[in-house]
């Protein structure tokens, strides 16, 4: 079966902050992905991105993976500070 990547990378200068909010909003994927049905779309991470630190910035990413995983970020509020990447060329 065929399946697209969506990376959601998150910067932030303190590094825990950085690490709880890729968290938080790993867990608000999963719900609403729960809510509306979305079995097919995983929701990988959090995890820090690689490099872990780059510019002063911590990096944290979140990996969709499916079939439409656009359909989640379309029922869902992305947060200020969040990159969205479609179809990755690198997952670092």
Request: glycine fraction near 6%; proline fraction near 8%.
């Amino acid at each position: 079966p065929f399946s697209k990547y969506i990376r959601l990378l998150y910067f932030d200068r303190n590094k825990d902050r950085c690490e709880r909010e890729a968290k938080r909003f790993a867990k608000k994927l999963n719900t609403v992905a729960s809510q509306w049905g979305l079995n097919d779309i995983d929701v990988l991470g959090p995890a820090p991105a690689y490099p872990s630190r780059q510019r002063g910035m911590y990096r944290w990413n979140i990996m969709l993976r499916g079939a439409k995983p656009e359909l989640l970020l379309g029922k869902t509020y992305i947060p200020q500070g969040w990159l969205v990447d479609v179809d990755p060329q690198a997952m670092a």
